[in-house]
């Protein structure tokens, strides 16, 4: 099982990333993948996830309305568009799955300023 996160960058205030998570060794359709955050000095946060097989998805407050996540099947690949970013949305960003146990991709920074 393998997860890749990429996408991350610097944007300014206002601004739009989409982040992709690639899978391998499970497909999406079985457990619900999510996207987490971890800001400088802060604990890592779950802020979003998405299951396809019961087409469910989850956001926490502070990126309900402006981040959305979706999923590829075929690719293999979550995305989070991340949409009139915050400066205190500058975290690292890692997408995540549990298969028994916790998988985590490498994470990817954003970076939101000025």
């Known amino acids: 099982v393998q997860l890749q996160a990429s996408g991350g960058g610097l944007v300014q205030p206002g601004g739009s990333l989409t982040l992709s998570c690639a899978v391998s060794?499970?497909?999406?359709?079985?457990?619900?993948v999510g996207w987490f955050r971890q800001a400088p000095g802060k604990e890592r946060e779950g802020i979003s996830c998405?299951?396809?097989?019961?087409?469910?998805?989850h956001y926490d407050d502070s990126v309900k309305g402006r981040f959305t996540i979706s999923s590829d099947t075929a690719k293999n690949t979550v995305y989070l568009q991340m949409n009139n970013l915050r400066p205190e949305d500058t975290a690292v960003y890692y997408c995540?799955?549990?298969?028994?146990?916790?998988?985590w991709g490498q994470g990817t920074l954003v970076t939101v300023s000025s």
């Open positions: 995540h799955t549990f298969l028994g146990t916790d998988y």
């Open positions: 060794g499970f497909t999406l359709n079985r457990p619900a």
């Open positions: 998405l299951s396809t097989l019961n087409d469910i998805t």
